[in-house]
């Protein structure tokens, strides 16, 4: 069974860059893309991007100028990257695999959130 | 692609028939997926595809529609039932989620 587990700082300086890693274990990295996903304490979900192994990105427009995610296939594991942080990027992080099929596509293994809070 | 979902939360009791709506602003066709989130957990797959059961999910979930309007029903709502439950459009980018429903006990 895939697993996926996030690692970083889980405190954050305004306007400073919030760093994340996800870890993918028990299953390849190659074929899928990789997705980052946050959720405000007490709110609802927003996607903020994904990664395919071979590197190619996609990013949510809210986001999009702040945002890298990258891929690194030797290590198994993606980042996460958001510059220029406030308050309002205070949030669980969760990483997770999009699956792939003929009746599309879905999100199917998760992590289990990391809390970053943004506050000096 | 914005998705709202109503009820926006409900009470029900064990056994009743739940019935969560989620509407899409543009079609979608059956790029639909459904979501069953736990206080401190991540969310958890509960159907694709509009209609696919997710591996082992119980058979009392069951999903439909297409296009632009969608539903989650559970048939006979079960004690570990009650949680919050978001729809997410995979149709196209960016991906986007409902604001969620949260079914809480009657």
């Keep these: 069974q895939v697993q996926l587990q996030e690692s970083g700082p889980g405190l954050v300086k305004p306007s400073e860059t919030l760093s994340l890693t996800c870890i993918v274990s028990s299953g390849p990295i190659s074929g899928f893309y990789w997705n980052w996903i946050r959720q405000p304490p007490g709110e609802g979900l927003e996607w903020i991007g994904n990664v395919y192994h071979s590197g190619t990105t996609n990013y949510n427009p809210s ?58 | 692609i914005q998705l709202t979902q109503s009820p926006s939360s409900l009470s029900a009791s064990v056994g009743d028939r739940v019935t969560i709506t989620c509407r899409a602003s543009q079609g979608i066709r059956s790029y639909l997926v459904w979501f069953q989130q736990k206080p401190g957990k991540a969310p958890k797959l509960l159907i694709y595809g509009t209609s696919t059961l ?42 986007t989620f409902g604001g969620g429903t949260k079914v809480e006990i009657k």
Excluded at chain 1, 102 to 117: A, C, S
Excluded at chain 2, 64 to 90: K, R
């Design chain 1, 63 to 120: 986001l999009n100028s702040r945002v890298t995610i990258s891929v690194d296939t030797s290590k198994n594991q993606f980042a996460l990257k958001l510059t220029s942080v406030t308050a309002a990027d205070t949030a669980i992080y969760y990483c997770a695999r999009r699956m792939n099929t003929p009746m599309g596509n879905y999100l199917d293994f998760w992590g289990q959130g990391i809390l970053v809070t943004v506050s000096s």
């Design chain 2, 54 to 95: 997710q591996s082992g999910v119980p058979s009392r979930f069951s999903g439909s529609g297409s296009g632009t309007d969608f539903t989650l029903t559970i048939s006979s709502l079960q004690p570990e039932d009650f949680a919050t439950y978001y729809c997410q459009q995979v149709n196209s980018y960016p991906l």
